[in-house]
């Protein structure tokens, strides 16, 4: 069963969030701590962990995470000068909040590779 997140606590209104987009299924918001001049995240109302536990029936909300990124592209006006969006999956992916969130970066050249080299744990 998925435990609750801090994001959970975002959708439910518990801790004041940035938020740019809201419909009854997704909310949009500014990341606390952002990587790029643009760093929103997007996420489903329904807690998912992570990519590893989408099913089937939630292609519809996942796919609905990308459209709603190509709308705030767009109103922003960053659509045509690029962005990135990316979502990290468990540890080895650098995922850090249990609810499945799709990052939006944009503002200025992003860099690739995006990793840099950590050790792992024994
Ligand atoms: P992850 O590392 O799981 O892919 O990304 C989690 C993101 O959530 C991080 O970029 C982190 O800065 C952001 N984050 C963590 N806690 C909060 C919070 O309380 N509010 C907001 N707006 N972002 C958060």
Same mark, same amino acid.
């Given at each position: 069963?998925?435990?609750? $997140?801090?994001?959970?606590?975002?959708?439910?209104?518990? @801790?004041?969030?940035? =938020? +740019?987009?809201?419909?009854?299924?997704?909310?949009?918001?500014?990341?606390?701590?952002?990587?790029?001049?643009?760093?929103?995240? =997007?996420?489903?109302?329904?807690? =998912?962990? $992570?990519?590893?536990? @989408?099913?089937?029936?939630?292609?519809? +909300?996942?796919?609905?995470?990308?459209?709603?990124?190509?709308?705030?592209?767009?109103?922003?006006?960053?659509?045509?000068?690029?962005?990135?969006?990316?979502?990290?999956?468990?540890?080895?992916?650098?995922? $850090?909040?249990?609810?499945?969130?799709?990052?939006?970066?944009?503002?200025?050249?992003?860099?690739?590779?995006?990793?840099?080299?950590?050790?792992?744990?024994?």
């Amino acid at each position: 069963m998925n435990q609750p $997140t801090i994001f959970s606590k975002i959708i439910d209104r518990e @801790i004041p969030a940035d =938020i +740019v987009y809201e419909d009854d299924d997704v909310l949009a918001f500014s990341d606390v701590n952002p990587q790029a001049p643009v760093h929103l995240l =997007i996420i489903p109302k329904k807690p =998912i962990a $992570t990519v590893n536990d @989408i099913t089937p029936e939630d292609e519809k +909300v996942v796919g609905h995470l990308f459209t709603v990124a190509a709308k705030i592209a767009a109103d922003k006006g960053f659509a045509a000068d690029g962005y990135r969006v990316v979502m990290n999956c468990n540890d080895d992916g650098g995922q $850090t909040v249990y609810h499945l969130h799709l990052h939006l970066l944009a503002g200025k050249p992003l860099g690739w590779p995006p990793y840099q080299e950590r050790i792992k744990r024994a």
